[in-house]
């Protein structure tokens, strides 16, 4: 699942999740600083720029990203193997070029662009107060040209409604879960 900072893709999949009990959220590793009220192996795994160095020479990382300001954030492999082999399916939240390499190299992986209006996207940010005002301004840049991309990706959900917007999601996501079974049966 990608789209923009604020457009609400944590909170669709928190929401998800409580209603499709065979998902499970992929952990993501960062570079970033732990927020206070953040947990190391729930909300992130968070490592070093030298740790994140090591992982991506050595193949760990499926994909990644580079924020403007500094920070990155990948998927591990190993967290991915750990979702499958407890024989549960994974749902990474990602940037965008990552949900398009995940799209690209991972068979069978379906991506979800989660969208909001660009008032709402800046409301929500700046409700958030984790960013700083130039922060704020790079992703609301980088959201207007994530929207022009959205048309790259299986599906668009539109964060405009939450419960509307988490009874789409569930439909789709039942859906190809549905759909992937019926595959496997024949």
Known sequence: MTGPSGAGKGTLISRLLGRIPELELAVSATTRERRPEEVDGRDYWFVSDEEFDRRLAAGELLEYVRFPWGQRSGTLRSEIA???????????????????????????????????????????????ATESAGEINERLE?????????????????????????????????????????????
């Open 82 to 128: 750990r979702i499958t082999e407890s024989g549960r399916i994974p749902v990474l939240e990602l940037e965008l070029e990552g949900a398009l390499t995940v799209r690209n190299e991972v068979p069978g992986s379906v991506t979800i662009f989660v969208d909001a209006p660009l008032p709402e996207l800046e409301r929500r940010l700046l409700e958030r």
């Open 142 to 186: 980088m959201a207007r040209e994530q929207k022009r991309r959205a048309g790259d990706f299986h599906y668009v959900v539109a964060n405009d409604d939450l419960d509307r917007a988490v009874a789409e999601l569930e439909d789709v996501v039942r859906g190809e879960i549905n759909a992937a079974a019926r595959l496997s049966r024949t």
